[in-house]
């Protein structure tokens, strides 16, 4: 992701010179008044260019303040998390959450639709693993080995196989090996998720080059002969927790059953390998089933002047099965319900439709978003804005933006509302969210918040994803940042520039 401060910078410096040259005409014959503050030039620039009136930044003021206190979101997210549950693709739980977020945007009087999209019905089955052969053995010992089936995975026999592993620590070290080094054996993909990395605010970054492992090991393990194939979890957890996640086969490769191992395990397989022949006893039993029809939740707040126009606020309703969906993404979710609930609380209706949806199958290839794209494909002009909330709950520090560079500008007074929140900062990225990337592609100016996501990756895709790894607080300013934005974008004079 790209600092645009420095852009930001420049933004600021041409305003405040086009500010001070209008004042300084030479047409002016009173002796000048005393220069104003930085801080009014910058007001008086945001009132003169700005989208919105006083009246609708008065507006947005207050939805941000009762973002920041009303329980609603917190209330949600706990009934999605501790009483639905997972939210597998194609799983009744998934079933269950879009019923219940229908009936709950029905309740506010929004118009909601359920649109279909066909999703992987994964279903994970038993899932362990023992080392039953190693240097420095205890003879009649085997020493468990903590694993996850990675999302999409076939199964191994029901009674499970036992093979030796071979450790490489990323591509390169694989296409080291002499020929035939891993036929027959599981191969395990070592690559350390850079914690570091993580720790300064970057880990999607981080995340990115540990999943690629992930998505694309078992075909390279199958296409070496691999029976298997593991990978070292793409987190940063401490607490020998494995992190689950969607592979990717690809067809005429055969596919072959893939899990990840948690960090410690991967330093542990590693350091015995590096010894002598390590033999390890693998069992998962995943199954999938038929493609099963599934939904997008969609509910309009219907615009006053232009409802054909929309504006999307948007999470995904599905989750990964290990945990419960809290900070992916049923965060997401309730922030964007937030919104909605919101605008009803406070009866404001907007000159543009504030559509909420809630995605399907993210996890698992995105299906929603892809039947969406392709449902409402005639109406992407009449899509003015699309917001997403998928990296966890933490703090937001600002807004991300994908489209012209201008839409920094046109944001400014948009983000001095979130200042209080310290939610100011305007980040320009090529990408805001998965669902909502299409739209992006499309020229739809996206939107996203940005969150601090230092502590995100130990939780994401593990048993560890629960309602309390939420700080209410923090949700709440996310659904602050989500509220303001989706009012903003609905509301401007203009709308936002594409
Ligand atoms: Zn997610």
């Not at 506010?108 to 023992?130: I, Q």
């Not at 005429?252 to 002598?276: H, R, S, W, Y």
């Amino acid at each position: 992701m790209e600092l645009p401060q420095k852009n930001l910078a420049f933004v600021a410096v041409a305003a405040l010179l086009a500010v001070f040259a209008s004042t300084c005409s030479p047409a002016q014959s009173a002796p000048p008044p005393a220069p104003p503050s930085i801080l009014d030039r910058l007001n008086a620039l945001a009132g003169r260019k700005g989208a919105w009136t006083p009246e609708q930044l008065a507006l947005m003021a207050r939805l941000r303040d009762a973002a920041l206190t009303d329980p609603y979101a917190l209330t949600e997210l706990r009934h999605l998390t501790d009483n639905i549950g997972p939210r597998l693709s194609g799983s009744p739980q998934a079933q269950q959450a879009v019923d219940y977020v229908a009936a709950r945007m029905r309740a506010l009087g929004a118009e909601v639709t359920l649109e279909k999209a066909l999703v992987p019905h994964w279903v994970r089955g038993a899932e362990s693993a023992e080392l039953v052969s190693w240097p420095g053995q205890t003879p009649g010992t085997t020493q468990k080995v903590l694993l996850t089936a990675l999302g999409a995975s076939v199964a191994t026999p029901a009674e499970g196989l036992t093979a030796e592993v071979v450790v490489v620590d990323d591509w390169q070290q694989l296409h080291a090996l002499p020929p035939g080094a891993v036929k027959g054996k599981i191969l395990l993909f070592n690559h350390k998720f850079d914690k570091e990395l993580a720790a300064q605010g970057s880990g999607l970054n981080a995340y990115g080059s540990a999943v690629a492992y992930r998505g694309a090991g078992p075909v390279a393990g199958a296409g070496v002969g691999a029976v298997a194939v593991l990978v070292r979890s793409a987190g940063g957890a401490d607490y020998r927790l494995p992190h689950t996640g969607l592979t990717d086969y690809v067809d005429g490769v055969p596919k072959i059953p893939a899990a990840a191992v948690t960090a410690e395990d991967a330093d542990l397989l590693k350091n015995l390998a590096n010894q002598g022949p390590v033999k390890l006893h693998l069992t998962l039993t995943p199954q999938t089933l038929p493609d099963a029809p599934s939904y997008n939740v969609i509910a309009d707040w219907k615009g006053t002047e232009h409802p054909e126009q929309v504006v999307v606020v948007s999470g995904h309703l599905d989750s990964w099965d290990l945990g419960t969906g809290a900070i992916d993404d049923g965060a997401g979710v309730v922030v964007s319900m937030q919104a909605i609930h919101l605008l009803h609380d406070l009866g404001i209706r907007p000159k543009r439709t504030v559509r909420f949806v809630a995605w399907m199958s993210e996890e698992e290839g995105s299906q929603g978003a892809t039947a969406y794209m392709a449902d409402h494909a005639a109406e992407i002009a009449n899509h003015i804005g699309a917001i997403e909330s998928d990296l966890g709950a933490d703090h937001p520090t600002g807004l991300y933006f994908a489209g012209k560079p201008v839409l920094a500008e046109w944001l400014r007074p948009v983000a001095q509302l979130l200042e209080p929140i310290g939610a100011e900062t305007l980040m320009d990225s090529p990408e805001t969210g998965e669902d909502i990337n299409g739209l992006t592609e499309k020229g739809v100016p996206s939107f996203a918040p940005v969150q601090d996501n230092r502590t995100y990756f130990n939780y994401h895709h593990t048993a560890a994803d629960t309602f309390d790894k939420v700080d209410p607080k923090h949700l709440n300013e996310n659904a602050a940042v989500m509220t303001v934005l989706a009012y903003a974008l609905a509301d401007s004079t203009e709308p936002a520039p594409r």
